[in-house]
């Protein structure tokens, strides 16, 4: 019996307990509607700060007003802070626990993902609202533009990769070409470098012919013909041609006349024989 009596008091207890969580739950929940409310008047007076500062206050009053967690999703989405109003639809999403919030949810985060231009994410996130709620034609407008953007994305990304690799292929065959005339330039200096390098051994050799031949002639003998007479001087008590020549010359004068005056003294001389008489 007491036993019975025990069990009945924790059972009222519990009951009340119970009673007074919902109470606090109910009146936690109405004050956070409140705020939500106060939030969207000061939103459509366009005072976002105290807006955004009163759905703040509602989201930490209750995890069951799924309006306002919603509804600063749209005031940052409307502000294009899509990054938080991504974060507040998906808080929304959730919490909620009908399928009408869900859709309205995934809808708007599938929204926040267009304007991202993560096409391929929105497509997913309109298919999630359309499941929650297949009649609405919003949404699946919404989704044939997501995955129509989705084609186009996936066309033009192919189109840059394309256009990459050939930029690649390009730059080889430039870097090809680049690097074989950099190869011909360098097997031309080769070549240019061993032109000239006969060329110098070929010098050095003529050079060295040169200076043989040189000396070889400065070798040679007057003899031989290939030095060049010069006048010889006269040495010293040695007469030049001239003078010799001069010497001659008054030594035949002398001769002519000594040879004159014998011969005028032979005519002088001659006995004149007389001629007979008969």
Known sequence: MNKMILLFVLLLGYFSFAQDEEKEKAKALSASTDLTWEANKELSEENFIEAEVNYRKAISKSDENVAAPFNLGNAYYNKETYGEAFGRFKKAGELATDKKSKHKAYHNMGNVFMKRKEYAKAVEGYKEALRNDPTDEETRYNLALAKEMLKKQQDEQKDDKNDENKDKDEQKD????????????????????????????????????????????ENKKPEEGDQKEKPQQPRPNQLSKQQIQNLLDAMQNEEKKVQEKIDAQKVKGVKVKNEKDW
């Open 174 to 217: 430039k870097d090809k070409n680049k690097d074989q005339k950099e190869g011909d330039d360098g097997d031309k200096d080769k070549d240019d470098k061993k032109d000239e390098g006969d060329k110098g051994d070929k010098e050095k050799d003529e050079n060295k012919e040169g200076d043989g031949d040189k000396k070889e002639k």
